[in-house]
Nanobody, 119 residues
Framework: QVELVESGGGLVQAGGSLRVSCAAS????????MGWFRRPPGKERAIVAG????????YYVDSVKGRFTISRDNARNTVYLQMNSLKPEDTAVYYC????????????WGQGTQVTVSA
């Protein structure tokens, strides 16, 4: 059974940084595209960043380009999202999940981790 466990969220001031992590189990991690998604208050969940199985290809939505970096450690079955220059509009519950090659969700999620950015 696939299990994804996010950690590392918290409260940070605007302009600050956070790194969230996602530990995966129950799958051959190195074979899967992975992504970070977020659900802002009152809005739907949407992808933020994605990474290919070997880490050679990444994807970012325009609103986070240049500020967020996705990475993975296949030896540790973990995917990371480094978030710099955080803005209040980045406030959301962040989830990791499996994605397709076109960065769509395949419906597997962790429980999420709350990131709150104060002005």
């Amino acid at each position: 059974q696939v299990e994804l466990v996010e950690s590392g969220g918290g409260l940070v001031q605007a302009g600050g940084s956070l790194r969230v992590s996602c530990a995966a189990s129950g799958l051959i991690f190195s074979r899967f595209y992975m992504g970070w998604f977020r659900r802002p208050p009152g809005k739907e969940r949407a992808i933020v960043a994605g990474i290919s199985p070997d880490g050679s290809d990444t994807y970012y939505v325009d609103s986070v380009k240049g500020r967020f970096t996705i990475s993975r450690d296949n030896a540790r079955n973990t995917v990371y999202l480094q978030m710099n220059s955080l803005k209040p509009e980045d406030t959301a519950v962040y989830y990791c999940g499996l994605t397709t090659k076109a960065w769509g969700s395949v419906g597997r999620w962790g429980q999420g981790t709350q990131v709150t950015v104060s002005a």
